[in-house]
């Protein structure tokens, strides 16, 4: 956002290493403004899902430190940290595993111990903008990729965070599943994070883009313009 004063993450001289000693990704130091939209982008083991898991607070950088709203995320913070951010996985199976639909809708507000009115309430407000009446008995295991995908984003964005994460919001889901999971996300009215390797997606959704480079380091950001700079993204290995 333009003139926006307020960090909605700031991240100082950030790493992240595996326990087998990988390196998901190094020296990353960055700041986004309270409303940016920003994607991440870079060629398949760039280090983006290590990145938007040390910046959603998820996992904890091996160096430097991520502030979230000026909070450094710790154990004695986690509830603070959880109502302010959410995280939608790559991986909708990695996430889903409640009975049905409607409980999985449910769950984060059972977890912020919002009132069953809220709860009833939010839950219908949410399967009607989801357009997810005819699936809200259904296991979610029974769904097809891309109800999936919206199950799994609903049951985010119903928690109303201020920041929103998306590993690949739109990996293997095309069509119009594909348009509604972008309008859906064109109307979040917050800090959006996201990564793709899909450089429409983050054309559309995007104000601001960083690239990683193959070393697994920040290369460019800026404006989204930047992905128009062809030489860059090849040296990225994204063309
Ligand atoms: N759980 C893990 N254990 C060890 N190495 C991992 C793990 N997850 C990812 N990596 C490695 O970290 C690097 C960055 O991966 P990742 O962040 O997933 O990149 P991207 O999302 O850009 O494809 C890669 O070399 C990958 O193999
Ligand atoms: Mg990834």
Redesign the pocket.
């Known amino acids: 956002m333009i003139g926006s004063t307020i960090n909605a993450i700031e991240a100082e001289n950030i790493s992240y290493i595996?326990?087998?000693g990988?390196?998901?990704?190094r020296d990353v130091s960055l700041k986004i403004g309270e409303g940016e939209r920003v994607a991440i982008i870079?060629?398949?083991?760039?280090?983006?899902?290590?990145?938007?898991?040390v910046l959603s607070g998820l996992l904890k950088p091996k160096t430097g430190y991520v502030r979230i709203y000026g909070i450094e995320p710790n154990k004695k913070n986690v509830e603070t940290i959880r109502r302010m951010v959410g995280v939608v996985f790559q991986d909708p199976d990695d996430f889903l595993f409640n009975p049905t639909v409607r409980d999985e809708l449910m769950y984060a507000p059972l977890q912020l111990s919002w009132s069953t009115e809220e709860i009833e309430k939010a839950v219908k407000e949410y399967s009607e903008i989801f357009n997810l009446h005819e699936i809200l008995h259904k296991p979610p295991f029974r769904l097809s990729g891309g109800e999936k995908k919206k199950v799994e984003i609903a049951s985010v964005m119903i928690a109303k965070p201020k920041i929103l994460f998306l590993?690949?919001p739109t990996a293997n889901i095309d069509g119009k599943a594909k348009r509604k999971i972008m309008e859906l996300l064109n109307d979040f009215n917050g800090t959006l994070v996201l990564?793709s390797h899909e450089l429409e997606v983050a054309r559309k959704l995007c104000g601001k883009a960083i690239v990683?480079s193959m070393d697994?380091k920040i290369m460019a950001e800026g404006d989204i313009g930047l992905l128009d700079d062809e030489g860059l993204l090849e040296d990225a290995g994204v063309l």
């Open positions: 595996y326990p087998d990988t390196t998901g990704f870079g060629a398949n083991g760039s280090g983006k899902s290590s990145l938007l898991m590993d690949e990564t990683m697994r």
